[in-house]
């Protein structure tokens, strides 16, 4: 019975945490969903009915609901009710609650393989919902859709048979040409339109990368913190991850990491993901010196390069490369949106043959009118308008968010890395629980991701990884102080 599992679940929370009435049921009712005791399209009992049966106030019930409407797990119909939203994920009944930045294990993982149960592990992605503050997320609600419908439809219309192909040369050439150019410009880039090669995002880039640069048990070097993605496809691969620490410079390998030596060295210097740190210029020439002392390769992974804030423009690393050891990766996931799956590698001149004959033999790859549409999406402006509309309009979010931090900011708590992208990262003593914290912020609604989560060896840091790109800046002024104010009761 619905009503059984409310009380009892409101009870728990209750107990345990001290929450105010509406809000344990709206955990309770959240969790009912999660668990799958509500499924997706069902009806919710009224209002009316819930407050009799579970004792509470109406108001108590509408707030609960209110607020679960709010953040998607509920839609009203006009004369028809309440009803759980047929998007609402499932989670494995039974399944221990989810803390941000941790998914457990899938509930049936018998059989797996060895690769395959260190893939579903600790360190992956957050299913938490997108809501204000989640981390890595643009404001695609932005993008100028029509428009895009309208160059889409051109270039199917226009599809000659060779564009339903698959595509052997590395990508729609007039779209290679129109990144090339942008990379050459913005970027510092040293390239030729044939080094680029029209990938399905970053993904696919670092997997050709480990595929055909290492070996299977081969050392990668991997800043600590880390991208889960980009851990995720080496390990994938077969590759021996080791973590190398990162400070307010960008990866610091010491002796100790020379001892593991590298056959790829996989970075992001323009914004350390996640602390934000921006690899200095002595750093990054050390770390070319570093490569070409053990004969590796670097996997450039310039992921929001496109969004600087304040500070000096910074170019890519590959742009200080004399020996031809970096490999520049790219993405358009941060100015279109995720789903585009479109991102690009720049190889050096040497490997171009051997990615594009690999990237055709791995991938099959296609999606050729999709690609035209791009090229002249990029070619008409049309790109440029929509980065100058971007970057100011997460400008003013990135203002508002800092400002709403200003009053918890002082000892140890400050802020890393607001200088590009589309987050920052909130740093805090080494004896806040920012994974107990981020729980907290998630039960407001608030999605942050505990920077520890990130974590692959050191155990040192803590702190709150906050997105401002897929909040309006009306939702960053309205939940930045209560972002600050849960900081300051647990942390400050
Ligand atoms: C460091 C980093 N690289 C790459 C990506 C995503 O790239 P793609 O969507 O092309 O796989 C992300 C996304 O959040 C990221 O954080």
Same mark, same amino acid.
């Given at each position: 019975?619905?009503?059984?599992?409310?009380?009892?679940?409101?009870? =728990?929370?209750? %107990?345990?945490?001290?929450?105010?009435?509406?809000?344990?049921?709206?955990?309770?009712?959240? !969790?009912?969903?999660?668990? $799958?005791?509500?499924?997706?399209?069902? &009806?919710?009992?009224?209002? +009316?009915?819930?407050?009799?049966?579970?004792?509470?106030?109406?108001?108590?019930? @509408?707030?609960?609901?209110?607020?679960?409407?709010?953040?998607?797990?509920?839609?009203? &119909?006009?004369?028809?009710?309440?009803?759980?939203?047929?998007?609402?994920?499932?989670?494995?009944?039974?399944?221990?609650?989810?803390?941000?930045?941790?998914?457990?294990?899938? *509930?049936?993982?018998?059989?797996?393989?060895? !690769?395959?149960?260190?893939?579903?592990? !600790?360190?992956?992605?957050?299913?938490?919902?997108?809501?204000?503050?989640?981390?890595?997320?643009?404001?695609?609600?932005?993008?100028?859709?029509?428009?895009?419908?309208?160059l889409q439809n051109k270039h199917w219309r226009m599809a000659y048979p060779d /564009?339903?192909?698959?595509?052997?040369?590395?990508?729609?050439?007039?779209?290679?040409?129109?990144?090339?150019?942008?990379?050459?410009?913005?970027?510092? @880039?040293?390239?030729?339109?044939?080094?680029?090669?029209?990938? %399905?995002? %970053?993904?696919?880039?670092?997997?050709?990368? *480990?595929?055909?640069?290492?070996?299977?048990?081969? %050392?990668?070097?991997?800043?600590?913190?880390?991208?889960?993605?980009?851990?995720?496809?080496? /390990?994938?691969?077969?590759?021996?991850?080791?973590? @190398?620490?990162?400070?307010?410079?960008?990866?610091?390998?010491?002796?100790?990491?020379?001892?593991?030596?590298? =056959?790829?060295?996989?970075?992001?210097?323009?914004?350390?993901?996640?602390?934000?740190?921006?690899?200095?210029?002595? +750093?990054?020439?050390?770390?070319?010196?570093?490569?070409?002392?053990?004969?590796?390769?670097?996997?450039?992974?310039?992921?929001?390069?496109?969004?600087?804030?304040?500070?000096? #423009?910074?170019?890519?690393?590959?742009?200080?490369?004399?020996?031809?050891?970096?490999?520049?990766?790219?993405?358009?996931?941060?100015?279109?949106?995720?789903?585009i799956k479109l991102g690009y590698l720049v190889v050096p001149k040497p490997l171009?043959?051997?990615?594009?004959?690999?990237?055709?033999?791995?991938?099959? #790859?296609?999606?050729?009118?999709?690609? *035209?549409?791009?090229?002249?999406?990029?070619?008409?402006?049309?790109?440029?308008?929509?980065?100058?509309?971007? !970057?100011?309009?997460?400008?003013?979010?990135?203002?508002?968010?800092?400002?709403?931090?200003? #009053?918890?900011? $002082?000892?140890?708590?400050?802020?890393?890395?607001?200088?590009?992208?589309?987050?920052?990262?909130?740093?805090?003593?080494?004896?806040?629980?920012?994974?107990?914290?981020?729980?907290?912020?998630?039960?407001?609604?608030?999605?942050?991701?505990?920077?520890?989560?990130?974590?692959?060896?050191?155990?040192?840091?803590?702190?709150?990884?906050?997105?401002?790109?897929?909040?309006?800046?009306?939702?960053?002024?309205?939940?930045?102080?209560?972002? *600050?104010?849960?900081?300051?009761?647990?942390?400050?």
């Open positions: 019975m619905l009503s059984e599992f409310l009380l009892s679940e409101m009870n =728990r929370l209750g %107990t345990q945490d001290a929450l105010p009435l509406h809000r344990q049921l709206y955990e309770a009712l959240r !969790r009912a969903m999660l668990d $799958g005791k509500l499924g997706p399209g069902e &009806r919710l009992p009224s209002s +009316r009915d819930l407050a009799q049966d579970l004792n509470l106030s109406r108001n108590t019930v @509408v707030a609960a609901i209110n607020q679960l409407s709010v953040e998607g797990y509920l839609e009203s &119909r006009v004369g028809s009710g309440t009803y759980v939203n047929e998007n609402v994920p499932r989670i494995h009944p039974g399944a221990a609650p989810l803390r941000p930045g941790l998914r457990s294990a899938p *509930a049936a993982a018998g059989g797996l393989s060895q !690769r395959g149960l260190a893939l579903t592990g !600790r360190f992956c992605a957050s299913e938490l919902e997108v809501q204000p503050f989640t981390p890595g997320i643009a404001d695609f609600s932005a993008f100028p859709l029509t428009l895009w419908q309208r /564009m339903l192909d698959y595509n052997t040369s590395g990508g729609y050439a007039p779209l290679r040409r129109a990144i090339a150019d942008y990379l050459r410009v913005f970027r510092s @880039v040293q390239l030729d339109a044939d080094q680029v090669i029209v990938t %399905t995002g %970053t993904q696919q880039s670092l997997e050709l990368c *480990a595929r055909l640069l290492a070996d299977h048990g081969d %050392t990668v070097w991997v800043e600590d913190p880390a991208y889960w993605g980009a851990a995720k496809a080496f /390990m994938a691969s077969g590759l021996a991850l080791h973590p @190398v620490a990162v400070d307010d410079e960008g990866i610091h390998p010491g002796p100790a990491d020379d001892a593991q030596p590298p =056959r790829l060295i996989y970075l992001t210097p323009s914004h350390q993901y996640p602390t934000g740190a921006v690899m200095s210029l002595p +750093r990054r020439h050390q770390l070319l010196s570093t490569a070409r002392a053990h004969g590796a390769w670097v996997l450039e992974d310039d992921y929001d390069s496109e969004y600087r804030f304040s500070g000096p #423009p910074i170019s890519s690393l590959e742009g200080l490369d004399t020996d031809g050891r970096v490999l520049y990766m790219g993405t358009f996931s941060k100015v279109l949106y995720p789903g171009v043959a051997a990615f594009k004959q690999a990237h055709y033999d791995l991938n099959r #790859p296609g999606q050729m009118p999709l690609q *035209a549409a791009l090229a002249e999406f990029i070619e008409m402006g049309h790109f440029s308008s929509a980065l100058r509309r971007a !970057r100011q309009s997460y400008a003013e979010r990135r203002a508002a968010l800092l400002e709403a931090l200003r #009053p918890v900011l $002082g000892g140890e708590i400050f802020i890393s890395g607001a200088e590009q992208g589309l987050h920052l990262c909130l740093r805090l003593p080494a004896t806040v629980d920012d994974q107990a914290l981020a729980l907290r912020l998630a039960q407001q609604g608030l999605t942050v991701r505990p920077l520890s989560a990130y974590c692959l060896a050191r155990q040192d840091l803590r702190g709150l990884v906050i997105g401002y790109g897929y909040a309006p800046l009306v939702a960053i002024q309205r939940h930045g102080p209560q972002l *600050a104010a849960a900081v300051r009761a647990l942390a400050g």
